[in-house]
Nanobody
Framework: QVQLVESGGGLVQAGGSLRLSCAAS????????MGWFRQAPGKEREFVAA????????SHTNSVEGRFTISRDNAKNTVYLQMNSLIPEDTAVYYC??????????????????????WGQGTQVTVSS
């Protein structure tokens, strides 16, 4: 498994931006597909964005499409979530997740919680109106 540590959360006004980072330990990062999920108070955890092992493919849930962008830097063992035009409904704890993937599956995007086997501790994002 990969150890994951998120950072970059905080309090921001509506319309503002934040960039979340997820640092991964170990040499397995380049063999992992990555994802971001979030959980708002009183709600279930939901998919936000995913990037495949190869890095060329990404997916974003409809509610953040055009505002959020997932990316990865394999040299830094880090995956990012750039969040622009934030709205109060984006308030949640954001989690990074990883899944080991064979090179033959490096094009696959994983969007389900059960697809991932390593999780970070989460970082709080609060958007004020």
């Amino acid at each position: 498994q990969v150890q994951l540590v998120e950072s970059g959360g905080g309090l921001v006004q509506a319309g503002g931006s934040l960039r979340l980072s997820c640092a991964a330990s170990g040499r397995t990062f380049t063999s992992a597909a990555m994802g971001w999920f979030r959980q708002a108070p009183g709600k279930e955890r939901e998919f936000v964005a995913a990037i495949n092992r190869g890095g060329a493919g990404t997916s974003h849930t409809n509610s953040v499409e055009g505002r959020f962008t997932i990316s990865r830097d394999n040299a830094k063992n880090t995956v990012y979530l750039q969040m622009n035009s934030l709205i109060p409904e984006d308030t949640a704890v954001y989690y990074c997740a990883a899944r080991a993937v064979k090179y033959t599956d490096d094009y696959i995007l994983y969007t389900g919680e059960d697809d991932y086997d390593s999780w970070g501790q989460g970082t709080q994002v609060t958007v004020s109106s």
